[in-house]
């Protein structure tokens, strides 16, 4: 099977020309009329870095790979528009495989109304994926930024935290569930192998007023210090308000681990943590509750100076740097 | 060295955010104000596919990454925008050598008025970049595809071909340049490992009524029959016209090629093959001469059917299927 060949039953799956996007796959270039203003993020996979095709089916890390990248378009508060995906196919991948994969990005495409307008394949010696996703908003200014958060904010969050990292403790080593129901502990591994992108949640925070807003790529920790560092200021997070999912507390004892730190620390959960003046806390729990995609949770507050800090009851700190994917 | 740090690093490299990029790299996403019509492509380059280190250097790589995405914009006339660049880097890539290879995408973007947007950095098994690239037009209808071209038009060529085919076999065996010049074996290296991008005369084709349009990449017998195929159209070339890059004909020679053969199937030259009605050459031909990026060939016309035939003079057609990168 050649490049080509390849292609050309790719573009077959793909959705035809709309209002915005005029020109698809195929050509040199896809051609969009965005109008207002857009947010481009692009995120990478490797095999053997961000998962293991033992781990997961190729629709399934097909899916992830565009979720993964419509999570930072969740947390500008987007809408979603177009994705694009590189697809560096290995030598033990089939044609069947490759389509697999990408009808499970264009099935999470479809849920979320994305356009996947455009793409390349390459030979490479793991699979590897690379998507460039682009949002829209009516104006710059309803996208929000990490760096808008000041003293008095308080510090929300979607949906509950953990869970990403107990399944893939869970993954990594089944009897760990050994407390579990077989329905938590499959809840536990979604979790990490199909994490939902807040988009619904994130454009509602986005009109009720947040102020900064990022998701929860590294884990709360090193998430919470990105924004407080791009807002010039502090973060306090209160533990015990900590929506941990369930099954967290029996995989972090089985595994000899502290439930919070895991959770914090965790990273992958995909939830989004946004800064909101008091004021506009009513609304958003409002806009939230509409969008029904997520609950929301007061957790902290943005402070004066620098730290984020995340402190149990009775004062004392949890160490959840956030893990850095280079050193992982 | 953790991704953080690099980015870090990578992103004191970027131009400060202005009228249409509202917010660059650091943030979950870019904000762009993009206005008209957007062209959007992405492409990929994998290190033992597309290039080889023992070939070019680092900063020949990230040039030349950027070069080639960015002929797909020139390919639609648009005017260059935004980049996002994926690097993938392998255990022997040093911190330094990243910033090396960013410093020669970034090098690229200043000559073209590109502004490098974002990105993202990932650990690899080999070195593998994945460039997204966004440009700009008034309106969708100024943007050229494929798929335009009818009967009647005529065939135009940016530049020379065949020089970036001479410059690989050089770069493979040195051998084959003894009766070259070192300036002109020089020259065709380049020709392959730093294309240029027609960006300026994309433009200028586009607003002289272009009808379709498409880089060199694969070869012109390939590329030619990708337009022919979109346009519902076929496309006769007269091979005698083709404007071969000085030295190709030795190269061939000492290879034991012919030399059209050679040009026509051998790929990444990154010229721009248009199709435009007769009565507007001369307008083409005009604002090509104001780019002063490159020469203008009229090389052939298109005809009812569907073949993209290349014919020596006599009419025997020349087999350049072009190459397809996955059977490389």
Redesign the interface.
């Known amino acids: 099977?050649?490049?080509?060949e390849?292609l050309a039953k790719v573009r077959a799956r793909l959705p035809p020309a709309g209002p915005r996007l005029?020109?698809g796959s195929?050509?040199?270039?896809?051609?969009?009329?965005?109008g207002?203003?857009?947010?481009?993020?692009?995120?990478?996979?490797?095999e053997?870095?961000?998962f293991r095709r033992d781990q997961a089916g190729l629709a399934a890390i097909g899916r992830k790979a565009l979720a993964t990248a419509l999570s930072?378009?969740a947390?500008?508060g987007?809408a979603p528009g177009?994705a694009?995906?590189?697809l560096?196919?290995p030598p033990d991948l089939s044609e069947e495989g490759c389509l697999e994969l990408l009808d499970g990005a264009a099935a999470l495409a479809a849920d979320t109304g994305t356009a996947l307008?455009?793409?390349?394949?390459?030979?490479?010696?793991?699979l590897?994926l690379?998507v460039?996703?682009?949002?829209h908003a009516p104006e710059?200014e309803r996208?929000i930024?990490?760096?808008g958060a000041g003293p008095g904010d308080l510090l929300v969050l979607t949906g509950e935290i953990g869970g990403a990292a107990a399944g893939l403790l869970l993954l990594d080593d089944p009897a760990l569930g050994r407390e579990l129901s077989e329905e938590t502990a499959g809840l536990l591994r979604r979790r990490q192998l199909d994490p939902t992108p807040r988009l619904r949640a994130g454009q509602a925070l986005a009109g009720a007023g947040a102020t900064a807003?990022?998701?929860l790529s590294d884990g709360l920790g090193g998430d919470a210090a990105h924004l407080a560092e791009?807002s010039g200021a502090g973060v306090r997070i209160d533990a015990a308000a900590l929506p941990l999912s369930k099954g967290v507390a029996e995989v972090a004892a089985a595994a000899g681990r502290e439930p919070l730190p895991l959770a914090c620390a965790g990273g992958e959960d995909y939830e989004l943590l946004a800064a909101i003046p008091p004021e506009r806390l009513g609304d958003a729990s409002i806009a939230i509750g509409e969008a029904a995609e997520a609950t929301l949770t007061r957790i902290g507050e943005v402070v004066a100076g620098s730290e984020a800090e995340i402190r149990l009851p009775g004062g004392k700190p949890i160490d959840a740097p956030g893990f850095?994917?280079?050193?992982r």
């Open positions: 099977m050649g490049e080509f390849l005029r020109l195929g050509d040199d270039a896809a051609v969009t009329v965005p207002g203003a857009t947010a481009t993020s692009v995120d990478a996979l490797v053997g870095v961000h930072d378009l947390a500008m987007a177009e694009y995906i590189v560096g196919v307008a455009g793409g390349d394949v390459t030979r490479a010696p793991v590897t690379a460039t996703v682009v949002g710059p996208l930024g990490r760096g807003m990022i998701d791009a850095d994917q280079l050193d």
